[in-house]
């Protein structure tokens, strides 16, 4: 047997075994794999912010980018791959190039670059997760990279302003969720009935935007409509990462919509019993009329039937 | 461009046809070039070709600057300039000349996945081969990019474009890898290309699309560019279909044009082409 596998990583949120994409995709390809990894959530540990994360471990070897991690973990004959035609693998590589290129900037952009976003989730998220000081200086460098990355990639002439490549971007990845879900269909998995790499990193792209309840979401809202790729990822969570689909409680704001959850489903038992006292109400004015005739008719009954009438 | 701008765009585009003095502008062939630049000059005229579009092809010193978008090549058809691939086969389709219109949903969206990842990887190993490799820096980009100004105008433009595609590359996190791993790459992307084209004449089977136009691009700067070292052409040529594939494209849509042809100009110039 291999020697064990740690693979470090961003820790998880709103039913999502990790936040980061890229973490994201190497567990699901793992799970694919049925490669033995054992996951190393990064909570107050300086190892965090060296170099990129995921990073995985085995024996001496160091590896830290998804494409080679899975490369390592094929090599160990965790291939998720096996059935694939040639002409398939080839449709891997496209389709993840056009992940990166058209949905990574705006991924990226909402959770990063996006003020409220940043301000009100993201910066506290992953600020509660680093050890201080970091945490006072990591995520501000995470996001001016990400901006740095999205301005230098997308933002040449002819658009000038921010607001400009925003736009672009957003219409780009709509337009490649537009297309994943095309080439998605009706069926399971991308090749098939089994799930392999591309399941892999569309799962680890669109889980994040699916999942995470941000302040400013037209992302989600886009990607809601298109029923075949939530249920895809449904789908994944559900038989690969043992967790429902509405997910463990998290702190903060879904905690106040579980009361307000629970309010309301007490608010609709009243109501359903105060209906139900009504409907009795209603009916009894009308029961001594018949009570009269049945007891006409069945001499016997008289004093069980006003009894069983009145109590509830 | 908003939604409204983009329409009101189309709609002037559709308004007239294809005129007969419609030009392409790229740098100087011979001396200012680059490998990256001529791959995406070809695919457009490629492109054009294919859709029996008449392009004249001009080469100016300054076409960069004069680009909308700073990127070469650009088309200048009646008083509408327009650059890069992306744009000019939307422009072209809003005129009513489409080549992928026969596609259905799933092969449109396997295309652009495929002209993705040629930009995403062929594209991009150009640029890291060009503009971050020492000795090509050193021996073939500055002295091309620059030659036609004075000094020390061309040391400075140089120095300025190669710190632009180094941030870049950083950002994307292309600036740790190996010239062998950038090289492994390009591998890998001919690998997925070859395998997709198989045995068909083109990759969507009887038509070219402008998948086609693009590849053809890419790979026949490629083999018909002399580096430092000829690495970058054997990967491609390790792909026998793929070859051939260049050559039929070369056959049928750029033999016989008198036209600033660049199959002729490749052959009797091959080995001063990048020099």
Request: aromatic share 10%.
């Amino acid at each position: 047997m291999a020697a064990p596998m740690e693979l470090s990583c961003w820790g998880g949120d709103w039913g999502l075994p990790s936040l980061h994409p890229e973490s994201l995709t190497v567990m699901a390809y793992a799970k694919f794999s049925g490669a033995p990894l054992t996951v190393n959530t990064i909570n107050n540990s300086w190892r965090a912010p060296k170099g990129d994360l995921p990073v995985l471990v085995s024996e001496d070897t160091v590896i830290s980018q998804p494409a080679k991690i899975l490369n390592f973990l094929r090599k160990q004959k965790y291939n998720a791959d096996y059935d694939l035609s040639a002409k398939q693998g080839a449709d891997t590589l496209a389709y993840i190039a056009l992940l990166e290129e058209k949905l990574h900037p705006a991924l990226l952009h909402t959770f990063w670059v996006e003020a409220e976003n940043y301000c009100s989730v993201t910066k506290p998220w992953f600020a509660s997760r680093i050890a201080f000081p970091l945490r006072l200086y990591l995520p501000g460098k995470m996001s001016r990279e990400a901006l740095n990355r999205i301005l230098l990639t997308k933002g040449g002439p002819p658009l000038y302003s921010l607001t400009e490549v925003e736009a672009q971007i957003y219409r780009d990845a709509k337009e490649c969720l537009n297309l994943l879900s095309k080439r998605l269909g009706t069926s399971q998995f991308f090749f098939g009935d089994t799930p392999t790499t591309l399941d892999a990193f569309v799962f680890g792209f669109l889980a994040p935007i699916y999942k995470v309840c941000f302040p400013r979401v037209q992302l989600q809202e886009h990607l809601k409509q298109l029923p075949n790729l939530c249920r895809f990822c449904d789908d994944i969570l559900t038989c690969y990462f043992r967790l429902t689909v509405s997910g463990q409680s998290p702190a903060g704001q879904d905690t106040a919509d579980a009361n307000l959850q629970k309010l309301t489903q007490l608010v609709n038992k009243e109501s359903n019993l105060i209906e139900k006292m009504d409907d009795n109400l209603r009916r009894s004015p009308q029961h001594p009329p018949r009570k009269l005739t049945t007891l006409k008719l069945a001499a016997g009954g008289e004093e069980s039937s006003p009894l069983s009438r009145l109590s509830p | 461009m908003s939604l409204v701008a983009e329409a009101f765009v189309t709609q002037l585009a559709a308004a007239e046809p294809w005129p007969e003095n419609a030009a392409l502008y790229q740098q100087l062939k011979e001396e200012q070039i680059l490998l990256s630049d001529n791959a995406s000059s070809l695919a457009v005229q490629a492109f054009l070709q294919m859709c029996n579009l008449p392009i004249r092809v001009i080469c100016r010193a300054n076409a960069e600057y004069m680009s909308p978008s700073g990127k070469v090549p650009f088309i200048h058809v009646g008083n509408q300039v327009v650059s890069e691939l992306g744009p000019i086969v939307q422009f072209v389709k809003a005129k009513g000349h489409s080549l992928s219109d026969g596609l259905d949903e799933v092969q449109k969206a396997e295309m652009k996945a495929y002209m993705e990842l040629v930009n995403n990887m062929l594209l991009t190993a150009e640029l890291y081969l060009q503009w971050c490799d020492d000795v090509t820096v050193e021996e073939i980009t500055h002295p091309r990019y620059g030659s036609p100004y004075p000094w020390p105008l061309n040391r400075i433009l140089s120095y300025q474009k190669q710190w632009e595609v180094r941030r870049k590359m950083k950002a994307i996190g292309w600036a740790g890898k190996t010239l062998e791993q950038v090289l492994e790459d390009v591998d890998q992307c001919c690998h997925a290309l070859s395998q997709r084209l198989g045995t068909q004449p083109y990759f969507f089977n009887k038509q070219p699309t402008e998948l086609d136009a693009l590849v053809f691009g890419h790979l026949f700067t490629i083999l018909t560019t002399q580096l430092i070292t000829d690495e970058l052409s054997e990967k491609v040529k390790n792909y026998s279909n793929l070859t051939a594939f260049c050559r039929r494209i070369e056959q049928q849509y750029f033999e016989g044009h008198d036209k600033d042809c660049s199959t002729i100009a490749a052959r009797s110039s091959k080995k001063s082409l990048l020099r």
